[in-house]
């Protein structure tokens, strides 16, 4: 199996910076694509920003130019950078992967915990 541990979530300051931390682990054959997704209260879960292992990004609207994913292949590890942080930004941030993974091998997607923003004053 394959694990995704979010971390460096918290509380800022609008305008102030963050960044995320998603730790791949498990029987883990190759990492097609990581992705960061995000959900407030009472919305519906939306794309921050995904890279595929080639190094490949795609951004939602609201978080271009704001945001950075990189992708650490050799430590299966992805980040996302948030600079100029909103309020709107505030919710639960997740991590997903796309793995190849096990001794067959198998093929599938995998999500973290995730890990609480709140941008406030």
């Known amino acids: 199996q394959v694990q995704l541990v979010e971390s460096g979530g918290g509380l800022v300051q609008p305008g102030g910076s963050l960044t995320l931390s998603c730790a791949a682990s498990g029987n883990i054959v190759r990492i097609h694509g990581m992705s960061w997704y995000r959900q407030a209260p009472g919305k519906e879960r939306e794309l921050v920003a995904a890279i595929t292992n080639s190094g490949n990004t795609d951004y939602g609207d609201s978080v271009k130019g704001r945001f950075t994913i990189s992708m650490d292949n050799a430590k299966n590890t992805m980040y996302l950078q948030m600079n100029s942080l909103k309020p709107d930004d505030t919710a639960v941030y997740y991590c997903?992967?796309?793995?190849?993974?096990?001794?067959?091998?198998?093929?599938?997607?995998?999500w973290g915990q995730g890990t609480q923003v709140t941008v406030s004053s």
């Open positions: 997903n992967a796309e793995v190849v993974f096990g001794s067959s091998p198998l093929l599938d997607d995998f």
